[in-house]
């Protein structure tokens, strides 16, 4: 209830102040302005979101995949870690619009190149965050597991994945609050459909009304997006310890 009062206050001021100050629409339109574009957009709008969140997703569910198994690599191949961590951690050095071309000339305007995108800035926060809780695994469970004969592999996956989980909750709530990015960045680079596409096009007429109504939707998906992983994995991890409740003032 607070975030939709905040949010309507928000559009309150937002309102006032353009009525206010005659801000011209080309600049910055109002809200009402914004939501009669959605309103009388609503068809188009919806198609071009259709694609947007399919790319969203999958790029969502293959980064995650792909970064829970280099923590896992990393983690079991001890030999592998020193030329894979460093080309982990140079990759993400690489700026995410210089990639964007690249792959759009390798997989084509279509919706491949930007689930790519979407998945490569998806895979480092939850590969990162896996293998934190991996190698930060508390010792002495470890050291049992051993004293009782127990084998590498059967101290990684009853012993340290269990124990890394709640990392890799961190690791997919991030991942789930930036995956619209790689997307978005896609379609601006190249594409034919997608809120992204929506935007730029819109941009090129100062059609700032329609930028801001699929701006909107877009973040509308993002904060549902991610809820819903919070959600998922509050139910998947009913252990894992919360210090916000609801007795002490925080989200449940």
Do not use: C
Not at 197 to 205: E, T
């Amino acid at each position: 209830m607070r975030p939709l009062l905040a949010a309507l206050g928000l559009l309150l001021v937002w309102e006032g102040f353009v009525r206010w100050s005659g801000t011209p629409p080309f600049l910055l339109p109002a809200p009402t302005r914004v939501a009669t574009v959605l309103a009388g957009r609503w068809d188009i709008l919806a198609g071009h979101a259709l694609t947007t969140a399919t790319e969203i997703l999958l790029g969502l569910v293959i980064g995650a995949l792909l970064g829970i198994a280099v923590a896992l690599l990393l983690t079991a191949w001890r030999g592998g870690r020193r030329w894979l961590l460093p080309l982990l951690i140079a990759s993400q050095a690489i700026p995410v619009f210089a990639i964007a071309p690249l792959l759009t000339l390798w997989l084509g305007f279509g919706t491949a190149s930007k689930i790519a995108m979407a998945t490569i800035i998806i895979f480092f926060p939850v590969a990162t965050a896996f293998y934190d809780g991996l190698r930060r695994t508390e010792p002495g469970w470890l050291d049992l597991a051993a004293t009782m004969g127990a084998s590498r592999t059967a101290a990684l996956w009853r012993i340290r994945v269990p124990a890394a989980l709640p990392a890799l909750a961190s690791g997919l709530r991030v991942a789930a609050a930036v995956a619209p990015i790689g997307a978005v960045v896609g379609e601006w680079v190249g594409a034919s459909s997608g809120l992204g596409y929506v935007m730029l096009q819109a941009n090129g007429r100062s059609q700032t009304d329609m930028m801001f109504a699929a701006l909107a939707i877009l973040a509308s998906m993002a904060m549902a997006l991610w809820f819903a992983t919070d959600r998922l994995l509050r139910a998947l991890l009913p252990w894992q310890p919360d210090a916000l409740s609801e007795h002490d003032g925080g989200t449940p």
